[in-house]
């Protein structure tokens, strides 16, 4: 046998390794190939399980027992989770004075306003409702001028007239109490220097709330309006406060007060008729869920309080009508009736019957308490009783905005009366002055042949005259944009009346629609 040499050069020494894992190659595979399979595969799975038992525990640690803690919730004191009452308006001082002019531009569709925030008005006191009613133009003449839009036309329009309810408004909320109400002697606390003067009776407290909540309203503003800032008071705030102290004090059954005393129903009646004209701008959209009930409730009361088929007088069904009482009934069930509140037309029918009894049919004048079992007075039993214009001048747009009928000659004699008595500022002779009957007979003639009618524009030139040069201006100090309470019904009113019932006077403009007579 010849022997194989196998040669390597010296200094190959990976040459040389290479040689030696050739020949163990050689000689595995000559192994493997002399084996049974089933050893071969023996062998293999044997190889294998010895490697997975040398291989490191890679199971990953368990934690630690963590101990679970409980807690109890500790009972809730109902009292932490009112929400707090919106803080009172800070009186006026010279550090945060801030004056903004600029009117803003109308918003048509009150559910485009950027200022109608689904949770405004009364947030802090919010009011279970039934839902908000779709009419809309029901009971003509008590819808905003306009249609469903806010009274734009203030805001937009820079007219002396506009200017004059502007400084009336920034009177009346610089004279707001905290409480959001408006008194008839409390209002001088909020004086900033020299007080204003002519203070009233305090009975008529919540009454002129709801008088100078008005005001804000016909001028357009909500409880929304929250980008109106005047002398640094939001006139929004005005609006909530004055709304929110008015529904806290009203009593179940409707009323707004539990004493019934005096001249209860003149406070019931402008203050139902205040929620309902602020229910009117805000009834599509959220915030009037806010107004519904109360304004529901308010009516409620009304009508319980009527004389059984008649009118209203001083307290709830006393057996007297009453031909003033009456016209501030009147307003706040047919502002209640553009709403969709449902009102009794027996109610609308018992007031003309009531009208009917105490006018006078030779001279259209109209009287001030029932006449007993006569049905028509006569012309001296009227004036026997107690006759004024504004009287007439009540009865007269009453008639327009149950009737609408133009050929009724009741209208018209009631019209020629109060043209023969047109404003003027005469401090000489008592009854001259009167706020009261400027504010009646400027609606009655503007709905009658407003705006173009001259009826209309005799009078309307002359009430503008007296009250935009009579009003206190800025060298009156703190009286600034207020008048002076100097009429006839101002000794009980108060300045707070006669500032508030003069700027519901220039706001006949775009407070409500007219009614065309048929």
């Avoid at 059984?308 to 031909?323: F, I, S």
Wanted: glycine share 8%; hydrophobic share 35%.
């Amino acid at each position: 046998m010849t022997s194989q040499v196998i040669v390597i050069r010296e200094g190959s020494l990976a040459e040389h390794a290479l040689a030696r894992q050739f020949d163990f190659n050689l000689w595995l595979q000559q192994q493997l190939h002399s084996t049974p399979w089933w050893l071969a595969s023996l062998i293999f799975h044997v190889l294998l399980i010895l490697m997975l038992a040398t291989l490191p525990d890679m199971t990953p640690p368990q934690p630690p027992d963590v101990p679970i803690v409980t807690a109890r919730v500790p009972d809730i004191d109902p009292e932490i989770t009112k929400m707090p009452d919106p803080e009172p308006i800070k009186p006026l001082t010279p550090e945060n004075i801030k004056t903004v002019e600029t009117f803003l531009p109308p918003v048509e569709n009150p559910s485009d306003d950027p200022n109608e925030n689904p949770t405004d008005s009364l947030s802090q006191s919010p009011l279970m409702a039934k839902g908000y009613h779709d009419t809309t133009g029901i009971g003509g003449g008590f819808g905003p001028k306009g249609g469903n839009g806010p009274r734009g036309n203030f805001r937009t329009k820079n007219k002396p007239e506009n200017q004059s309810v502007l400084a009336a408004l920034k009177w009346l909320a610089r004279h707001q109490n905290p409480d959001g109400s408006w008194g008839a002697k409390s209002f001088q606390r909020q004086c900033r220097s020299t007080k204003c003067l002519g203070a009233g009776d305090e009975q008529f407290d919540i009454g002129l709330t709801g008088l100078a909540l008005l005001a804000f309203t016909g001028a357009g503003y909500r409880t929304s309006s929250l980008r109106d800032v005047y002398d640094g008071i939001c006139f929004g705030d005005v609006v909530r406060n004055a709304a929110k102290y008015l529904i806290d004090r009203q009593l179940p059954d409707g009323s707004f007060s539990a004493s019934k005393d005096g001249k209860f129903m003149y406070n019931q009646a402008i203050c139902a008729y205040a929620l309902a004209d602020l229910y009117s701008q805000s009834m599509h959209s959220p915030a009037g869920l806010n107004f519904q009930e109360p304004v529901e409730r308010a009516v409620k009361f009304l009508l319980e309080s009527r004389n059984p088929g008649k009118a209203w007088r001083y307290q709830p069904r006393d057996g007297q009508n009453d031909t003033s009482v009456t016209g501030w009934v009147m307003m706040a069930l047919k502002t209640a009736d553009h709403c969709g509140i449902t009102v009794p037309a027996e109610a609308f029918a018992g007031i003309k019957s009531f009208y009917d009894d105490v006018t006078d049919p030779n001279y259209g004048q109209v009287g001030y308490t029932e006449p007993g079992s006569k049905a028509v007075m006569s012309h001296e039993d009227i004036r026997n009783i107690m006759i004024q214009p504004s009287l007439t001048a009540i009865g007269v747009m009453t008639r327009i905005f149950i009737d609408k009928k133009a050929s009724d000659p009741i209208i018209k004699l009631g019209v020629a009366e109060i043209l023969k008595s047109l404003p003027a500022w005469d401090t000489s002779k008592s009854g001259v002055i009167d706020y009261y009957y400027w504010f009646y007979a400027t609606y009655c003639l503007n709905q009658y042949d407003g705006p173009d009618g001259p009826g209309w524009k005799a009078w309307n030139e002359k009430m503008k005259d007296v009250l935009l040069k009579n009003q206190c201006s800025k060298a009156d100090a703190c009286a600034d944009g207020s008048w002076e309470p100097i009429d006839r019904w101002s000794a009980e009113g108060s300045r707070v009346y006669a500032t508030a019932i003069n700027a519901l006077t220039l706001e006949v403009y775009y407070r409500l629609e007219i009614v065309r007579l048929k």
